[in-house]
């Protein structure tokens, strides 16, 4: 078949092409974002937290109850019985527990409190009506948290757990064995017992 010349091309001009979707051109390839480092979060917070609210609500609604049963149901111990409701959830309310690449913080109603878990100079276990892990680092900030909380969250223990090894290593740590390792028995011990229920030897 004879090819026919375009008249553009003898113009001296480029050649007509039919429209259509634009050329993709390469352009610099966007730096693609670098990973934030890892942060394990306490993953029965929300479920704490709904609890405390539900303690907080249902005895809030008992005192109303008992006080309407009773006639004596009054605007002012209204208010009196929603301010001790507020203040049980004030109590019961559960601190929100991170830990990253060397720090924990703790965030609760009345602030967030953070140690350097790679620069720790104790690690203390108190004993009382709640046992809780006093945790101080080298600048004198300090930490309150339950065990029990490393204990049902494996990837908090095992990233403080990590860090704390780190302080060791750089002789920071002075106290805290103790503590670390009891900790560690009880994390042992759960991981076990979760195998034996699940494999059904429980």
Known sequence: MERRD????????PPHRAPGPAPHTSAEPSPSPSPSPEVAHDLHWARDLRSAVRCSAL????LLLIDHAAGTLTGPRVLLWTGLAALLLLV?????VAVGEGWLSTRGLLGTRRVRTDHLVSVRCLD??????VLRDTSGARVEIDPRLLVANPALWHRLDDDARTSAL???LVCGATALRRVSERVDDEAARAVFKVSGLD
């Not at 005895?59 to 008992?62: D, E, R, S």
């Not at 019961?92 to 929100?96: F, Q, W």
């Open 92 to 96: 019961l309310y559960p601190a929100r």
């Open 170 to 172: 750089r002789g920071s």
């Open 59 to 62: 005895l809030l609604a008992l």
């Open 128 to 133: 009382g009506v709640g046992q809780r892990l």
């Open 6 to 13: 375009d008249p553009r091309e003898a113009l001296g001009l």
